[in-house]
């Protein structure tokens, strides 16, 4: 997957998803590397006894994948391509094996052969999608999404998140709001979407459309944090006053630092210093702008 670096702006929406966000993504199960070695052994004896038997092939492919053979998940993959070559599956494997190596040219390849077999198959238009963006072919890559995304009711919000990131990087922050947005009304109204909402609607200066979506989604939040967002939203529209209120309004509310030491946490005192800090960048741009007026 294509990591993209978050403008500035994005620093209190990186750091409020970490608080309130990850809680509602469900965990996914991890398996040891022992766990995966005694299946990768399993899987051969079976093998041995059944060598024609191509899903055999790729369940051995997928195991070596995750547990880093990628060069014998290849030929695994190969394997069962060989014996069932009307089959997606093997060349949507092995565009996820070259995809983890770099080897972005060859994954984009596989994953347009598993296509041609099956063309909705999502998986390997979602991993075609991440090769065109490789290739600067943005625009392709969130069509693939896009098309994706409009044939799935379920979706996973990370694949919303994903295309508005494209969007946004190209400046299209309009776009990637009227995508999220689209998730919202599948998915429900979570931080998890509304949060980089949010950010791209400051982007793009739509800064009461931002702070309407904040207020919709506050109760899923600590308040002080999404205090601290408010006030941020209303100092990047100028509204200096209302924004000063809502830094001191979330500082007085949290609990002194003595508490916070005895009970052993530090979340509160890292937001303590964001709020100061903030005050601080406020009171900075105040005594710019009567700088300014002054030698006016």
């Given at each position: 997957?294509?990591?993209?670096p978050?403008?500035?702006?994005?620093?209190t929406?990186?750091?409020?998803?970490?608080?309130?966000v990850?809680?509602?993504i469900?965990?996914r199960?991890?398996?040891?590397h022992?766990?995966?070695?005694?299946?990768?052994a399993?899987?051969?004896?079976k093998?041995?006894?059944e060598?024609s038997?191509?899903?055999?092939?790729?369940?051995?492919?997928?195991v070596?994948?995750?547990h880093?053979e990628?060069?014998?998940a290849?030929?695994?993959a190969?394997?069962?391509?060989?014996?069932r070559p009307d089959?997606?599956a093997p060349q949507l494997q092995?565009a996820r094996i070259?995809?983890a190596?770099?080897?972005?040219?060859?994954?984009?390849?596989s994953a347009?052969?598993?296509?041609?077999?099956?063309?909705?198959?999502a998986d390997?238009?979602?991993?075609r999608?991440?090769?065109?963006?490789?290739?600067?072919r943005?625009n392709?890559?969130?069509?693939?999404?896009?098309h994706?995304?409009t044939?799935s009711?379920?979706?996973l919000?990370?694949?919303?998140?994903?295309r508005?990131?494209?969007?946004?990087?190209?400046?299209d922050?309009?776009?990637a709001v009227?995508?999220?947005?689209?998730g919202i009304?599948?998915?429900?109204?979570?931080p998890?979407?509304a949060?980089p909402?949010?950010?791209?609607?400051?982007?793009?200066?739509?800064?009461s459309?931002?702070l309407?979506r904040?207020?919709?989604v506050?109760?899923?939040?600590?308040r002080?944090?999404?205090?601290l967002?408010?006030g941020?939203v209303?100092?990047?529209?100028?509204?200096?006053l209302?924004?000063?209120?809502?830094?001191?309004?979330a500082?007085?509310?949290?609990p002194?630092?003595?508490?916070?030491q005895?009970n052993?946490?530090?979340?509160?005192?890292?937001?303590?210093?964001?709020?100061?800090?903030?005050?601080?960048?406020l009171?900075g741009?105040?005594h710019?702008?009567?700088?300014v007026?002054?030698s006016?």
């Open positions: 997957m294509r990591s993209f978050p403008p500035v702006s994005l620093r929406s990186l750091i409020l998803s970490l608080t309130a990850l809680p509602f469900p965990a199960p991890v398996q040891a022992g766990d995966l070695d005694v299946r990768i399993q899987l051969t004896d093998l041995t006894a060598p038997n191509a899903t055999l092939w790729l369940e051995r492919a997928d070596r994948r995750q880093g990628n060069a014998a290849h030929s695994d190969d394997q069962a391509a060989g014996l089959w997606a092995l070259q995809f190596q770099n080897l972005f040219s060859d994954a984009q390849i347009e052969a598993a296509l041609r077999l099956e063309p909705d198959n390997a238009r979602v991993l999608a991440r090769c065109l963006v490789r290739f600067a943005t392709d890559g969130i069509a693939d999404l896009t994706v995304l044939g009711a379920t979706a919000p990370d694949l919303y998140l994903e508005a990131a494209w969007q946004a990087e190209g400046g922050f309009a776009g009227k995508g999220l947005d689209e009304r599948k998915l429900g109204n979570t998890s979407l949060l909402a949010i950010e791209y609607e400051r982007q793009s200066g739509m800064f459309a931002a309407a904040l207020d919709s506050k109760r899923y939040l600590p002080t944090s999404a205090m967002l408010r941020e209303l100092a990047d529209a100028g509204r200096t209302e924004a000063r209120i809502a830094y001191e309004t500082l007085a509310e949290l002194p630092s003595e508490e916070q005895s052993g946490t530090h979340h509160s005192e890292a937001l303590r210093t964001q709020l100061r800090q903030a005050l601080q960048r009171e741009n105040l710019g702008q009567n700088a007026k002054n006016n």
